[in-house]
């Protein structure tokens, strides 16, 4: 009876820190389908929502964007993204509070009046903050 018990015991524990870490990667998939979201429309409150204060954002060419920086060059439309696909996107959570986010990037661009494009790895590091998942560290990386 008492190893029934604890087999059920032990059964429920795992169900419920599965069901619990599902709602976090979900939670966070719709913070970056809302990173994406803001990118797209270049949505200064959104991507405010979305971003930590301390963001670091770092570009596939070095460059790097704090997050005012990063607000006011998709706001201003310097760069302007017409479309975005994100693909292969993997969630890893660290723990309660901390998520790793890679994926692959494709998008068309009009920066400056000047159409191109771009194929890029990316790394989001995610942080909950007062409840919500904020956007801490992102680096872009060029694909082989």
Known sequence: MKKSFYLLFTFLVIS???QAQSKNEKAVAEAVANLRKGMLDGDKDLLDQV???NLSYGHSN??????ATFIQVLASGENDFV????TDQTI???NKNTAIVRH??????NNGGTPGSTKLGVLLVWQK???KWKLVARQA???V
């Open 141 to 143: 990386f060029k694909l």
């Open 51 to 53: 971003t930590s204060a």
């Open 104 to 109: 692959n990037f494709s998008a068309q661009t």
């Open 83 to 86: 479309t975005m696909d994100v």
């Open 16 to 18: 419920f820190s599965v």
């Open 92 to 94: 890893k959570l660290l």
């Open 129 to 131: 903050e007062q409840g």
């Open 62 to 67: 070095g460059k790097l964007e704090d997050k």
